[in-house]
């Protein structure tokens, strides 16, 4: 295992500009004071990155729907019982707000003894009480909710953190619980979330309740763009063979503060001895010298001898756990880099941990979806005095001929490339498209490079503030309904995870040879905005496909033309914005038919195939080719409407002989259906 064995990776440099942590007069950040604005609103979805100050938003949005609108409580649920820790007293009052935020002691059931299912009764006896703020674990609302009906808690706040944890799907009781409430309409609901999508790929809400919030977005790119430390973000895949405790090290640095995520005893990396896994590192590391009485840390010496400090939260004993997880959490001690050095987990230390030191979060074996892993590179993005650079390193083991798991191994290599691809859209500046037209100019505020704006060129402006592209495509469909044009400006990474996340998707777009583009970027996302989004028009569903296409291919191609023509000083999101202009001013004409032409996975594979031994690569070509797919009654059909949108524009149907591959494959389409009517006629 070395560094010449990544796949596809992530490199984002930021101005560091200091926006996102000044605090206005109030004492609110950027990202707070946005969601203030919107205090009014029963039903606010916030969507935001990990360290973004979504907790302290809450507590000013609470206390003035307590004291301005005249709800008579807040209860805030959380996932974790440790998240609970977010929603501490806090002396607002020192920072400018007009009052302070406190949660009487035994009305914080995170903290309290005993089993989610007896604090229900807590939740009762709060509801009959004088008091404002309850703050409780998902299950233990649940409970209440299922004991007490929605109706006991109307006119009060629910807040729901980390939100992703909420489901449409009717066996989800929180998602279920929260569509009652929603439905009877006597409470506000105030959603947090950094990660909007599901690792199911289950919609969050039913498009008509999701209609009734209002959305507060900040994003990736201008939380971290706005740090006054961290400029530079990492984020890795790298494949090992054997034990990857053997070869820890070759991605394991020391010298940075580090959390390491092993992998769950139930995948394929395990050993299925965690505690030894845990031994074998802190062998690697050095010579080990004790515990400290005083935090449980295991103390490990270098041979420079420095004297590394690891937490060890795998170990079952709950009071060696207890004992550590809590020399973590002491205020006191978290201004301290030095305190720790190394935290090994397992299931812990993902939401709503908070150690602003850490650099490296390296995390083996293949995580259940891309919603952990976006959480996990949360817990290395805070910002810290001294924190230049900050990194993600995925250990997957390689896939390996001799393994009776070797399909599971490629599927472990698809998503990972799935995650890699999600995370360049995460962390890009937002995309803005619109038609170009005759009569098009430059929009107010944005920058259009050397030379300025251009006419009758397709343009790409970018606003540095905002972190916004505004980039002009011949024959784009613009959305008409006010909830695709939402979903347009807020969503489109939701879109695209989705597809990043749909297997058949990703297998043919990196293996399949005879694969046409259009296949995957008209038939197959069209497929996934019809069953996302059933309740659009047929127009705004092709509107949202273009957008959505536009803005992977856009990064994708920007990404490649920024490696091939730009110098070593520019990178990150600099190189981005470089790259986006360059492959439009290559084009000249940037239209959507050549947008619909380009494989968005390409340049992974280009990469993965650099990466990745000829041997492994071989054989998951071999896996995938074994199960390729032919062509679906549903497909044809999609094949056969493009086929019809084609005759109304080049007066004829598309031809079988044709030479353009695209015009084939709607042909084809046309005789699949032609024969299943036929057969259907016959039989």
């Known amino acids: 295992m070395s560094s010449d064995k990544s796949v596809p990776s992530v490199s984002v440099t930021y101005a560091r500009n200091g926006s996102s942590t000044k605090s206005n007069e109030l004492g609110m950040r950027p990202m707070q004071e946005r969601a203030f604005e919107r205090r009014g609103e029963q039903y606010l979805l916030i969507k935001s990155p990990p360290a973004s100050g979504k907790s302290r938003a ?29 929603f501490a007293d806090e002396p607002l009052s020192d920072f400018g707000f007009w009052a302070d935020w406190h949660v009487v002691p035994k009305w914080n059931l995170c903290n309290a003894p005993g089993a989610d299912g007896s604090k229900a009764d807590s939740v009762g006896a709060f509801l009959k009480s004088d008091d404002s703020v309850l703050v409780c674990p998902h299950a233990t609302f649940r409970n209440a909710v299922e004991k ?13 953190d980390e939100f992703h944890h909420v489901s449409a799907n009717p066996d989800n009781k929180l998602g279920a619980q929260l569509t009652e ?27 008509h309740d999701e209609a009734k919030f209002d959305t507060v977005s900040y994003t990736y790119y201008e939380q971290l763009n706005g740090y006054k430390y961290l400029k530079t973000l990492d984020i890795g895949y790298y ?14 640095d020391p010298a940075e503060k580090t959390i390491i995520h092993i992998p769950s005893v ?17 062998e690697e590391l050095g010579a080990w010298q004790g515990t400290d009485p005083a935090t449980g840390f295991q103390l490990v010496e270098r041979s420079d001898g420095r004297v590394l400090r690891i937490a060890d939260l795998v170990d079952d004993d709950p009071v060696k756990r207890e004992k550590v997880s809590s020399a973590l959490k002491v205020p006191a001690q978290k201004n301290n880099r030095d305190h720790v050095d190394i935290i090994i987990a397992l299931g812990m230390a993902k939401e ?55 399909t599971e191994a490629v599927n472990d290599t698809l998503k990972a490339i799935a995650a890699s691809l999600l995370m360049e859209q995460v962390l890009a500046p937002r995309f803005n498209f619109t038609p170009k037209k005759p009569d098009s100019g430059p929009a107010p505020g944005f920058d259009y490079g050397e030379g300025g704006y251009k006419e009758g060129e397709c343009n790409v402006g970018f606003n540095e503030e905002s972190g916004q592209f505004q980039i002009e495509i011949k024959g784009l469909v613009e959305p008409k309904s006010k909830e695709a044009e939402r979903i347009c400006q807020e969503d489109l990474n939701e879109v695209i995870a989705a597809f990043a996340q749909d297997k058949t998707t990703v297998e043919r777009g990196l293996f399949d040879e ?39 291919n856009l990064t994708q191609k920007a990404k490649e033309a920024a490696v091939e023509g730009e110098d070593s000083e520019k990178s990150g999101n600099t190189a981005l914005i470089y790259g986006v202009r360059k492959f439009v001013m290559d084009v000249r004409d940037l239209d959507i038919d050549l947008i619909d032409r380009i494989n968005p996975f390409s340049e992974a594979y280009a990469i993965l195939a650099k990466t990745m031994s000829e041997e492994s690569l071989k054989q998951v070509q071999a896996v995938i080719s074994a199960k390729k797919v032919k062509l679906t009654p549903e497909e044809a059909r999609d094949l056969a409407r493009r086929a019809v949108k084609f005759k109304q524009e080049r007066g004829r149907l598309p031809s079988i002989t044709s030479p353009d591959a695209w015009e084939k494959k709607m042909a084809e389409g046309v005789a699949f259906l032609a024969r299943m009517k036929a057969e259907a006629a016959n039989g």
């Open 58 to 86: 809450l507590m000013f949005i609470a206390l003035d729907k307590l004291h301005n609108q005249g709800l008579r409580q807040a209860i805030i649920t959380v996932p974790e019982k440790s998240i609970g820790s977010s």
């Open 148 to 160: 007490f009906g929605v109706e006991a808690f109307d006119d009060r706040l629910i807040a729901v």
């Open 181 to 207: 409430l929603i439905a009877r309409d006597k409470v506000h609901v105030v959603a947090m979330t950094g990660s909007y999508f599901r690792g199911d790929t289950e919609p969050v809400l039913m498009p």
């Open 239 to 252: 494949f090992y063979s054997g034990a990857y405790a053997d070869d820890i090290l070759k991605v394991l």
């Open 266 to 282: 139930n995948s394929r990396e395990s050993t299925k001895d965690k505690i030894r896994e845990v031994e074998h590192i802190i």
């Open 352 to 406: 709503g941990f908070d150690w602003i030191w850490c650099e490296h979060a390296l995390t083996v074996g293949y995580r259940s979806s891309l919603t952990e892993i976006v959480q996990i590179i949360g817990r290395a993005t805070r910002d810290a005095e001294g924190k230049a650079r900050a990194r993600f390193t995925n250990l997957i083991a390689e896939p390996d001929a001799a393994e009776e798991a070797v």
């Open 514 to 552: 005879e694969l046409v583009s259009e296949e995957l970027t008209q038939v197959r996302m069209g497929k996934i905005i019809k069953d996302k989004y059933p309740e659009l028009d047929e127009g705004d569903q092709e509107a949202v496909r273009q957008h959505a296409i536009a803005a992977l």
